[in-house]
């Protein structure tokens, strides 16, 4: 069965930064990444890193977030750094299984509030 448990929420100011981390269980994964949804507002890729490829990283986030992989541990971290008001958003932590099928499971999200 598979599994995504997030960590690494919470509260900062401005500038500010936070470690995420999504340990996935159960199956193989071929990508894993995070999204993240603001009130009002359509989710959204914020970074993945997939097997054989450089990561990918949304335009807002590109040179203040990077995502890491250890695969021996299925667990994909997220280190947001410089935060800014509009960082603010419930995280979700992605992962994809690809056998005769894709298949995307999901974290239960973790709140990140960047907040003078």
């Known amino acids: 069965q598979v599994q995504l448990v997030e960590s690494g929420g919470g509260l900062v100011q401005p500038g500010g930064s936070l470690r995420l981390s999504c340990a996935a269980s159960?199956?193989?994964?071929?990508?894993m990444g995070w999204y993240r949804q603001a009130p009002g507002k359509q989710r959204e890729l914020v970074a993945v890193i997939i097997i054989n490829y450089l990561p990918s990283y949304a335009d807002s986030v590109k040179g203040r977030f990077t995502i890491s992989r250890d695969n021996s541990k299925n667990t994909v971290y997220l280190h947001m750094n410089s935060l800014k008001l509009e960082d603010t958003a419930v995280y979700y932590c992605?992962?994809?299984?690809?056998?005769?099928?894709?298949?995307?499971?999901w974290g239960q999200g973790t709140q990140v509030t960047v907040s003078s």
């Open positions: 159960g199956s193989s994964f071929v990508a």
């Open positions: 992605n992962a994809r299984v690809l056998n005769s099928k894709v298949t995307d499971y």
